[in-house]
């Protein structure tokens, strides 16, 4: 079983920054896939980044160019870096991860952030 611990999530002004964290203990290995989903009020949890254990990403369409995800896989934990922010990026957001063989979902309990105009 899989524990994710998500932190960094508050207030912030438009046109601000946040950066997330988020360790993972438990049974987890190097090689899994790491990222952030997130979701608002009323609509479906959507991707906003993806890392993979050789470094490769994936980002959402609404985040590409403002928000940066990095991981230290030695301590098991995966970063967001979230540069002007926007009211639309207010939203509940997740920590994930899988194994790349057998892949199965483990989330996190999300953390808050806000973003006002």
């Known amino acids: 079983q899989v524990h994710l611990a998500e932190s960094g999530g508050g207030l912030v002004q438009a046109g601000g920054s946040l950066r997330l964290s988020c360790a993972a203990s438990?049974?987890?290995?190097?090689?899994?896939?790491m990222g952030w989903y997130r979701q608002a009020p009323g609509k479906q949890r959507e991707l906003a980044a993806v890392i993979r254990s050789g470094g490769s990403t994936n980002y959402g369409d609404s985040v590409k160019g403002r928000f940066t995800i990095s991981r230290d896989s030695a301590k098991n934990t995966v970063y967001l870096q979230m540069n002007s922010l926007k009211p639309e990026d207010t939203a509940l957001y997740y920590c994930?991860?899988?194994?790349?063989?057998?892949?199965?979902?483990?989330w996190g309990q999300g953390t808050q952030v806000t973003v006002s105009s």
């Open positions: 994930w991860t899988s194994p790349v063989v057998k892949p199965y979902n483990s």
């Open positions: 438990g049974s987890i290995s190097s090689n899994n896939a």
